[in-house]
């Protein structure tokens, strides 16, 4: 379908990025399945999850609507709130990796460590993996956030495209720790 002279087509950004979704859920998925592989061989410790990480999913889920939030007011000409959304995302963001690392502490605190049980370890694991996906979206924010400061307001179709990119990515991780979060509690 044409309208003009631009074609409604899946942009190759963005299709490069739901690439890297498919290859993400894939690691998940064989961290996960070696989980339950591991589980069921015994010799598995069972523990609650501290509080803490009740709280981070909370903070994470907000930071995505509060992006989104962002993105909205970007689109809609609303500049002050783009930018107050886009660093309040940003530092949920950075809350959200300080609630893993308190959750991780609280962990060792009761003698959950990497050495001391296989079902302890796959926790760290996967939290950790992906706080380092976090990461990622923590630095295309702080690139959102440099463009936002430093760029005279506009909403073009590139800065439309590259906000978009973060926002698929950091909703993507977003989901991604809810399904493990639940996948852990279901599990452990």
Request: hydrophobic letters at 55%.
């Amino acid at each position: 379908m044409t309208v003009g002279n631009k074609r409604n087509r899946f942009h190759p950004q963005m299709f490069a990025l739901y690439i890297a979704f498919a290859s993400i859920i894939m690691m998940f998925g064989a961290f996960t399945s070696a989980y339950i592989v591991k589980q069921a061989a015994g010799n598995w410790l069972e523990f609650s999850l501290p509080t803490i990480f009740y709280i981070s999913t909370i903070v994470i889920l907000t930071s995505s609507l509060v992006l989104h939030m962002s993105y909205s007011a970007f689109i809609n000409g609303q500049e002050r709130k783009y930018k107050l959304f886009l660093v309040l995302a940003f530092l949920l963001g950075l809350s959200f990796l300080a609630l893993q690392y308190l959750g991780w502490q609280e962990l060792y605190a009761i003698g959950i460590d990497l050495k001391g049980s296989i079902s302890g370890s796959f926790v760290y694991l996967i939290s950790g993996v992906h706080a380092l996906h976090i990461l990622g979206g923590i630095a295309a924010m702080i690139v959102a956030m440099l463009q936002a400061f430093t760029l005279p307001y506009q909403v073009t179709d590139k800065r439309k495209l590259r906000f978009q990119l973060t926002l698929h990515y950091w909703h993507f991780v977003d989901l991604l720790w809810v399904y493990l979060f639940v996948f852990i509690l279901l599990y452990r």
